[in-house]
Nanobody, 123 residues
């Protein structure tokens, strides 16, 4: 079992920046992906950023709504991944969830989620 713990949410004015962190602990073997999702008030959860570690290029994926403003990164030594959010807009207000995919000892992939952290962007 793997546990993901998020930190770094909060309230910021439009145009500001925040950095979210997601630290993994537990039965960590090999990782198949990391990412971030968000759920705005009254809406469904949506992808914010993702790295598929199985892809040959290991490039990050972003939706157009955050491309150029958000950056996902990871520190493999710390089993932690991050989301740097710049030029924040009021529409970025949401609960942000970190996600990670890990293989178990049978090489079966399982998805794990953080507890969620609130990001509020004020005008």
């Amino acid at each position: 079992q793997v546990e993901l713990v998020e930190s770094g949410g909060g309230s910021v004015q439009a145009g500001g920046s925040l950095r979210l962190s997601c630290a993994a602990s537990g039965n960590i073997l090999s990782r198949c992906g990391v990412g971030w999702y968000r759920q705005p008030p009254g809406k469904e959860r949506e992808l914010v950023a993702k790295i598929d570690t199985e892809a040959s290029a290991r490039s990050a994926t972003y939706p157009d709504s955050v491309k150029g403003r958000f950056t996902i990164s990871q520190d493999n030594a710390k089993n932690t991944h991050y989301l740097q959010m710049n030029s924040l807009k009021t529409e970025d207000t949401a609960v942000y969830y970190c996600w990670a995919c890990y293989y178990n000892e049978y090489h079966l992939a399982a998805n794990y989620w953080g507890q969620g952290t609130q990001v509020t962007v004020t005008s």
